[in-house]
């Protein structure tokens, strides 16, 4: 057995709502448990206090407005004489198949408040309401519509839209999936004030704006990439990333397993890819890599946010460490050393070799096994060495085979010249919006996800002096990341073919969770407001001031970001966001 750097721990059941580390976004405190499921009576008891000092104290409006979210909701109408204030004694209550999204909205709150919060198997009642009804969901409230810059037809929540109604007795989410509550309950989570996000508890009052918020995505498709191979993450780091797409919504998490310095994923027909293969990285570090049962892992805490794995085998090319496992892939049946630099481009497995594809066709076969989701990513990026005919012929053999998974193709934009494979949807990834090839693809059946380099990388440098990340697409800062639109941006390509958007986070130079943050944020939640908002909503001097509401709560949760200069922070935050790009430093809640 391998020994992997990253050894599993088991996902805690729904309703066990102790956290079990502290890369989880329910942060750790250590309550012993006592009378109330889940809650101590001393911590009660505390909360109790707290609250009924803190009430006393304050009064007035909540202090969250309801349009303060990111992303944009589609339609919001305040009442501001409808505020609602969370007490010690709030049930919520649930109908079955939301429960999950119940207990874990209760997760997020019990920390701060203190409050017990149980959730209690019914779907009347209150004050914390969560209701899965196409019915419900459906009603138009006059007062909605009229908020409403344009018709909206209320039937059509869909798959991951929630309507959420605030009033002084109580808050009530509804949806027509479980994915919609979950979407509305990290709504509500953004309307609570900022130290909600702390992990002990404390005083406050905790009231939630009055009014009617409802909302969808504008595209199906809303995406994060990491990048496991260049330095590895162990599970830990992973879950926590997926905790911070779930926050903004961003329903899909691209893991990319392989490249030239490492293979991540276990593979039980070829085992040296990641024992061989794995034990590198960018730098020389030891590298590490998913064992089964770590990757089901992390697919089934993912699934539970409501995120999709999109798993990436990058092939022909960056395939060195592949190769240096297995040489009876590599041209010239050499294994060449492994690499730690960060060149791209100039390995490949050997297309003419009929041992490449029964490697590719057990190495999809199995990764598709372990994955849930629908896609499978085949790369097929900077393969510079494979001439175009021999490069077109081994795409469309590797797509036949993922076909065969029942997975639908995904890959880099490279993968436009073969042909159309059903439901093949490509990643653009270019920097000019300008490409005759995937226009074509597109015009022959692929739909595409837009990560153009110099909007949406997220190894992008923000400034000249960051002090980590990459610069051939240019800088980018927070502006950069918002300012373009997904749905025009690809010349030739209609707004129909954008399934959505991906951020990539490439990660030569990224070697902590810590500086994985420091990329992420504040720029993640720019790129999921362009997957989620209504074009109407786009609006950069209201984003940059909703967006400076997001710090406190980054800081009190002790998420790391760059304190981008363009963001009006506010001056006084439950503590200090840190003046100098220090990607190393993680505030101190
Ligand atoms: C290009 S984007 C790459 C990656 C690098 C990245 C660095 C793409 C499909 N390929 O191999 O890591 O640039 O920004």
Known sequence: MPTNPAAPETEPEPSDTRPTSPSS???????????????????????RVAAGRAAGALTGPAPVRLGDV???????????????TLSADAVLQVSASGRDVAEQLAGWLRPATGFPLPVADTAEGGPLTLTLSPADAAVPSGAVAAAASGPVDHARLGEEGYRLDVTAG????????????????????????????????????????????????RFAYRGAMLDVARHFFPVEDVLRVVDHLARY???????????????RIAVDSWPRLAEVGGATEVGGGAGGWFTRDDYRRIV???????????????????????????PELAPGKVAPPPYTGTEVGFSFVDPADERTYAFVADVVGEVAA??????????????????????????????RLVGATGKTVVGWHQL???????????????????????????????????????????????????????????????????EWDPATHVRGVPAEAVLGVEAPLWTESVTTIAEVEFMLFPRLPAVAELGWSPRETHDWPRFRSR??????????????????????WPPTTPTQIPTQPTPHTTPTP
């Open 25 to 47: 976004d329910v942060p750790a405190v250590s309550l012993p448990a006592v009378a109330l499921p889940g809650v101590p009576a001393p911590a009660a008891a505390l909360a």
């Open 70 to 84: 990111v992303p944009a909701p589609e339609q919001v109408l305040p009442d501001p004489a409808g505020d609602f």
């Open 170 to 217: 109580g808050v009530r989410i509804t949806a027509v999936t479980p994915t919609g509550l979950f979407h509305g309950a990290q709504t509500l989570r953004q309307l609570l004030p900022a130290p909600i996000e702390s992990p002990t508890v404390i005083a406050a009052r905790w009231a939630v704006p009055g009014g009617t918020i409802v909302d969808r995505p």
């Open 249 to 263: 919504k961003l329903n899909h998490l691209h893991l990319h397993l392989t490249d030239d310095q490492g293979w």
């Open 300 to 326: 089934a805490y993912a699934a539970r946010r409501h995120v999709t794995v999109v798993p990436e085998i990058d092939l022909p090319g960056h395939t060195n460490a592949a190769l240096v496992a297995y």
């Open 370 to 399: 372990l994955t849930p989701g629908p896609w499978l990513h085949l790369g097929g990026d900077e393969a510079f060495k494979v001439p175009a005919d021999s490069y077109r012929a081994f795409v469309e053999r590797a797509q």
């Open 416 to 482: 436009a010249p073969a042909e159309h494979a059903d439901g093949r949807v490509l990643q653009w990834w270019g920097t000019n919006g300008d490409d005759p090839e995937t226009a074509d693809a597109v015009r022959r059946g692929a739909r595409l996800i837009l990560s153009p380099g110099n909007h949406a990388y997220l190894d992008m440098k923000y400034a000249p002096d960051t002090p980590i990340g990459n610069d051939w697409a240019g800088l980018i800062d927070v502006r950069r990341a918002y």
């Open 547 to 568: 967006l400076a509401a997001q710090g406190p709560r980054w800081t009190t949760a002790g998420i790391t970001f760059h304190p981008s200069p363009e963001i009006p």
